[in-house]
């Protein structure tokens, strides 16, 4: 079961479907500073771009991921991407019950912006208004301390730490050292609460 890839647009944000026409668009996103990828794959150069790209397209056609671009609408500059991953179907629906967000990552100038909280608020409205989701997870290195923190800011509920979870993709760990994560939630019962406090936020 493969979901809808939906343009979602806020104010400062717009969440579009990934396509391969916009690798160089995403590259000069991901050089403008690479000093916080410290704990993200964020590809340098065209030809990592492209296959990073195709391959979230290929997982998408067969129902791993729902991936988006971000792009300011200040300037219609493409600044980073997100997407929905593991998505979960336990309950024989057409869509998921269950789905993590993740995968995301932003040139500098869009850091620190409100656009990531935005950008997030649009996933979580899809995620429970339009598929009904269960839960929604997120979860991130445990000892990415800023990434931990953001997704505080935004009202996700912390679970724990899942040990040896996934692997890194830290500097001269990626692709052979294990990783502790972090795990986050949201679950249906808090959504609107949740949506009350991040459009307080935003305004």
Known sequence: ??????????????????????????????NEDRSTYSWTAVPADADSMQRYVQGLLTEQAEGGVVPFAQRRLADGAVV????????????????????????TWLAASA?????????KY???????ESWTVHRVCLCTDARNL??????????AQFEGILRNHRGSYAHGEAGHSARDSAIFSITSAEWPALRTRLEGMLQ
């Open 146 to 155: 800023r990434s931990r923190d953001a997704i505080e800011r935004i009202g």
């Open 111 to 119: 850091q620190r912006t409100g656009l990531n909280s935005e950008a």
């Open 1 to 30: 079961m493969i979901p809808e890839a939906p343009t979602l647009t806020g104010r400062t944000v717009q969440l579009e479907p990934l396509r391969l026409d916009l690798v160089d668009d995403l590259v000069v996103a991901a």
């Open 122 to 128: 649009l996933l979580f409205r899809h995620a429970f």
């Open 80 to 103: 980073g991407c997100t997407r929905f991953m593991r998505l979960e179907w336990w309950g024989g629906r057409a869509v998921p019950d269950e789905v993590e967000v993740g995968g």
